[in-house]
């Protein structure tokens, strides 16, 4: 009888330790695919972008992007910049600055649940490839032919690969700064630098578990699935900090040999997961704008 009592002891015990287990791991799933903050009006121009322009940009899944434009030549090309995650389009006055002075247009966005753009739900680019996509349509309903180059940054540069088939030949080249390698290995990474094993693996599987309640198409938010649908007429350059910790460096080199185009990758040697314009500015412009030049000569 003594024993029978122990062991609907322990059963009882390990369902309420799997049942909380599961609660956590589900309420913490889910408060990481919500918009992070309420939408917010972002800071303005700085004196140095006055010619730059705030728009909106309707999705075809009728959510309102906000971007700003910022048109130097017509005979040049646009580049379109996505943020990484967290951001707006704000975090590329810089950026916007620096392309300004070669000549070359921007139109930076503010990707959905971020800023004052639309959305709730924070897919991790997943969804927010639409709003690349819509961008690049604005771009050619707007503008005589444009040459178009998409740069983006982390989440950005997730949300520009995923985008990538359906552009087709409307897209020059991309830039491709930190991407992750899948959504379950960037969670995976992303817990290593908070907790030690064994709770990294248990955080992870009950997040990789509950997840799918929420996102039930989370294995497809994986841009090493998608690098190999990049049109043949384009080219690819990643970039990537030797001691970044969310998206590795052996990650984003693998992203590279699976990509189905010409592809490279430009090592900032030091950079973690951070801006790597601010990191390096001069050697991410250079690369850049040569980049560009070599695929459209500037004037």
């Excluded at 940054?153 to 700064?177: D, H, Q, T």
């Excluded at 001691?243 to 699976?258: I, T």
């Amino acid at each position: 009888m003594r024993a029978r009592n122990l062991i609907k002891y322990l059963i009882g015990t390990i369902t309420v330790v799997v049942l909380f287990w599961l609660i956590v791991s589900g309420k913490t799933a889910y408060q990481l695919i919500q918009r992070a903050a309420p939408a917010y009006d972002e800071r303005p121009f700085p004196s140095s972008l006055s010619k730059a322009e705030k728009i909106k940009i309707l999705t075809k899944d009728s959510l309102s992007i906000s971007a700003v434009i910022l048109e130097v030549n017509t005979n040049n090309p646009f580049v379109i910049i996505a943020h990484g995650n967290g951001g707006d389009y704000t975090s590329n006055y810089l950026l916007m600055d620096s392309l300004q002075s070669y000549g070359i247009n921007s139109l930076a966005l503010s990707l959905r649940c971020h800023g004052s753009s639309d959305g709730e739900i924070n897919d991790f680019g997943y969804s927010a490839s639409k709003d690349i996509i819509s961008a690049v349509n604005y771009l050619n309903q707007n503008f005589n032919y444009p040459k178009i180059f998409i740069a983006g940054r982390s989440l950005g540069s997730a949300a520009a690969i995923f985008a990538a088939n359906e552009l087709n030949s409307n897209v020059k080249g991309y830039f491709l700064e930190s991407p992750y390698l899948d959504i379950n290995t960037a969670a995976y990474n992303r817990l290593k630098l908070n907790m030690s094993e064994p709770f990294v693996t248990i955080a992870y599987y009950g997040l990789f578990i509950t997840s799918r309640f929420f996102i039930p198409y989370v294995d497809e938010i994986a841009p090493i699935k998608f690098v190999d649908q990049f049109p043949e007429e384009v080219k690819v350059i990643y970039l990537a900090g030797d001691e970044d910790k969310r998206a590795p460096l052996k990650d984003v080199l693998k992203l590279n040999g699976k990509t189905s185009v010409e592809s490279e990758v430009v090592i900032f040697k030091g950079a973690g997961h951070q801006s790597l314009f601010h990191f390096d500015k001069n050697l991410y412009t250079f690369t850049l704008y040569n980049f560009i030049n070599e695929k459209n000569n500037l004037k």
